[in-house]
């Protein structure tokens, strides 16, 4: 019979291989697409686990996004680092009976499709559960699972325009409501997926079974603005629920490139004027608290400018260093090779590209290197081991 995963090893031998790897000797089956689903089965990856990425005959359809790389999807790849990839279609006899196959010996099952798909499909949760007990299910939705919009598509830029994100981006900017780039929704609910099956996981060990795990995107979206979504019995809608500190702690402009300050406390404060040659602002009553200094922005901001205009940014970035909290408005591009990144050993060479490399690091080990870049063409199987 064809292998999809390798044999277990024992335990000690498996701690031998991957002394970093806190999920070494876990199997994971990936069957999610777009964006939050991959990468949550890719940081498992990133912690060890043997990750099995399954597609439909068509290929997740992130495949098919726009890219510059030729015949590539650079999301793809970003989001399916260290996995390996197969294409079933589970509406097909065979398809299905080789996906109950590996569930049967899998530990974690991810998948992202609209409530009810797997049970329809004959795949549901009671059945895969039944036959392996100690299984973990992580769902991850776009609304959850109950209620009006369960059955609804979710994508992160829908969740921006419904809970806020949107409305707060555009005012920050003066203007109508703005959508943030880089899919912060996707990712944070990514990352609270990974940490619930960790956790049902961790449970498991105590007693012998797995457990089903439910995450959404409209979740992750709430809960990353847990700092916004406080409303007191006495306020009305129009209180400021925004976290920003005022105008000053912001993206400034200079002699060539723009700079991000935050000089909110005091002791940054006067960091930030003694270095700019505005010592007298420091001690001007006016501005002697947070909440003054962003009341009197406007008082603030033309000095400010002013002064920044004698250097470049990345001058005044290496000045302030250490006493101002500030960084050169830059690109992606420039993480590559930026001296910190290296240092930390956040880049890595994958199969053909350079990417990201494991976020997590224990101990004095290594950061780990993906074992792969990202699933082949569709129609790559994977190597079965015996």
Request: hydrophobic share 45%; proline share 6%; charged share 20%.
């Amino acid at each position: 019979m064809q292998r999809y995963f390798p044999r277990r090893v024992a335990p000690a031998y498996a701690r031998r291989m991957e002394t970093n790897a806190p999920l070494a000797g876990i199997r994971v089956l990936d069957l999610s697409g777009y964006i939050a689903g991959p990468f949550a089965a890719s940081l498992l990856a990133d912690l060890g686990a043997e990750v099995v990425k399954v597609e439909p005959p068509g290929g997740d359809p992130i495949r098919h996004y726009p890219s510059t790389l030729p015949g590539r999807s650079r999301v793809f790849l970003g989001v399916n680092r260290g996995k390996r990839g197969l294409v079933l279609d589970l509406k097909d006899p065979a398809g299905k009976a080789t996906l109950l196959a590996m569930a049967d010996e899998a530990d974690v099952l991810l998948e992202n499709f609209r409530p009810g798909v797997m049970e329809r499909l004959g795949l549901g949760w009671a059945l895969l559960s039944a036959r392996n007990p100690r299984l973990v299910w992580c769902s991850l939705t776009g609304f959850g699972e109950t209620g009006p919009l369960a059955g609804a598509a979710g994508f992160d830029q829908v969740l921006q325009a419904m809970t806020g994100l949107a409305a707060l981006q555009g005012q920050a900017a003066g203007g109508p409501p703005q959508l943030l780039s880089g899919s912060a929704v996707d990712f944070y609910a990514a990352s609270l997926a990974a940490l619930g099956i960790v956790a049902a996981l961790h449970q498991r060990h105590a007693t012998g079974r797995g457990e089903r795990v439910g995450m959404s995107l409209l979740a992750a979206a709430l809960a990353m603005q847990a700092g916004r979504l406080v409303w007191a019995d006495d306020e009305g809608r129009e209180a400021d629920r925004d976290l920003r500190q005022g105008r000053v702690a912001g993206i400034h402009p200079t002699r060539a490139g723009f700079l991000y300050l935050s000089a909110t406390t005091d002791h940054f404060w006067r960091a930030l004027c003694r270095l700019t040659g505005l010592a007298a602002m420091a001690e001007d009553p006016r501005f002697a608290t947070v909440r003054d200094r962003a009341e009197r922005a406007d008082a603030i901001l033309p000095a400010l400018h002013a002064a920044l205009a004698a250097r470049t940014a990345a001058e005044w970035e290496a000045l302030m260093r250490g006493q101002v909290p500030c960084a050169v408005v830059g690109g992606i591009e420039d993480m590559f090779d930026h001296p910190q990144v290296q240092a930390e050993g956040l880049v890595a060479e994958l199969e053909g590209y350079r990417g990201l490399a494991s976020p997590f690091r224990f101990g004095d080990a290594p950061r780990r290197v993906p074992r792969c870049g990202a699933p082949g063409p569709i129609g790559t199987r994977v190597a079965g081991g015996e």
